[in-house]
């Protein structure tokens, strides 16, 4: 490739915030996939992914719309995402990471992705990184205003009641929250100088059981249940965030709760299963982990924490939830999925039918 900035590169990155900030600044969704950096010269195409990995031969579909539908010679940022009717599937994208070339091919043509486009960081010959990103968004307004599916320009707006809204109602689309960005900003890889805020929530769970840490013998991670329609207490997720002082204690405060015997313990299968395979079980390896060692102890189940999470994708956390405290009040039979926040349905092609809602 012959362009003004070689692959790889580690794309410019968010800070969580809490509240929505204000002043010069350019909203857009979170969008809730693969970040991506698309380069293309000419019938050359690489996607780089945030850890600077190709993801090209994932994405076949993709490279062939870039050839199709971006300039000859650019360099562009955006997102992978995966839609499954009106909204996206974190899930569904997940499965698009396969080392068989027969499986990639077969769901480039089951489940296609997309990419959504937020900004321009090289065109022909020039380089944009030095460029302030509210004049960058308008040169990818610009070289990307005749693109089509599955090629997309993320909606982007200056007005902070707009990002609001943004946020309550895009949600239901699965979108991820509201990135800010202010617009006298150059492009600075690897820096975490733009803005997000997602939603949090707060769920009661059951702890059945623990992982270890990598360091020794402490607490690494809390596995957390809930109760589905069936009355099964369904693996949603892990609690992992503590300082090293509180992983010691742990150790003694979760020992009295010990499951010396298996016997009726509601994930007693996947204990005894040396290689979980099937429905996200405590101890399954995953392509991501490799060969990470995701043994854990069985709890009996009684103890109930609070933790603070930000979205589900299907029936679990999409992200590591928080530890917040204990909740000797409840008892685990409560901690039902009734409890959780569903939120409105929005459809993807109304996010995508206006790119610029600035300008409506």
């Known amino acids: 490739m012959e362009l003004?900035?070689?692959?790889?590169?580690a794309p410019m990155l968010a800070k969580a915030v809490?509240?929505?900030?204000?002043g010069d600044i350019l909203y857009e969704p979170k969008w809730d996939g693969f970040r991506c950096i698309v380069f293309r010269d000419g019938d050359e195409v690489e996607l780089s992914s945030r850890g600077k990995k190709p993801l090209t031969r994932y994405f076949p579909e993709l490279v062939e719309a870039v050839k199709r539908e971006l300039p000859e010679r650019c360099v562009v940022d955006g997102e992978i995402v995966l839609r499954h009717g009106s909204r996206l599937d974190f899930d569904r994208l997940q499965q698009r990471i396969h080392p068989a070339a027969s499986r990639i091919k077969l769901l480039s043509e089951e489940t296609p992705a997309s990419f959504v486009a937020f900004d321009l960081l090289a065109l022909d010959g020039t380089s944009?990184?030095?460029?302030?990103?509210?004049?960058?968004?308008e040169l990818l307004t610009r070289a990307l205003a005749d693109v089509s599916a599955p090629i997309h320009v993320t909606p982007a707006s200056d007005s902070y009641d707009l990002a609001l809204r943004w946020f309550d109602v895009f949600e239901g689309a699965g979108l991820d929250g509201v990135i800010a960005k202010p617009t006298d900003l150059a492009y600075q890889p690897d820096k975490r100088v733009?803005?997000?805020?997602?939603?949090?929530?707060?769920?009661?769970?059951?702890?059945a059981g623990f992982r270890w840490h990598k360091s020794g013998p402490i607490v690494g991670s809390l596995l957390l249940g809930l109760f589905n329609d069936q009355g099964h207490l369904q693996h949603v997720g892990v609690a992992a965030s503590f300082t090293m002082a509180r992983r010691a204690e742990l150790v003694e405060e979760l020992e009295p709760y010990r499951a010396t015997d298996l016997s009726g313990h509601p994930w007693e299968e996947w204990a005894r299963q040396s290689e979980a395979t099937v429905d996200r079980m405590p101890g399954a390896v995953s392509r991501w982990?490799?060969?990470?060692d995701l043994s854990w102890v069985a709890l009996r189940p009684e103890l109930v924490v609070e933790v603070a999470y930000e979205a589900m994708e299907g029936?679990?956390?999409?992200?590591?939830?928080?530890?917040?405290?204990?909740?000797?009040?409840?008892?685990?039979?409560?901690?039902t999925y009734e409890q959780l926040?569903?939120?409105?349905?929005?459809?993807l092609d109304d996010i995508f039918s206006n790119p610029h809602p600035d300008r409506a």
């Open 4 to 9: 003004p900035i070689s692959p790889p590169l």
């Open 18 to 22: 809490k509240t929505m900030p204000r």
């Open 128 to 137: 944009y990184l030095d460029t302030p990103l509210g004049e960058r968004r």
């Open 194 to 207: 733009l803005f997000k805020v997602k939603h949090e929530r707060t769920a009661d769970c059951v702890v």
């Open 289 to 292: 982990t490799g060969n990470k």
């Open 315 to 335: 029936d679990r956390f999409r992200h590591t939830a928080r530890f917040r405290r204990w909740r000797p009040d409840r008892t685990p039979e409560s901690c």
């Open 341 to 347: 926040e569903v939120p409105v349905a929005y459809d």
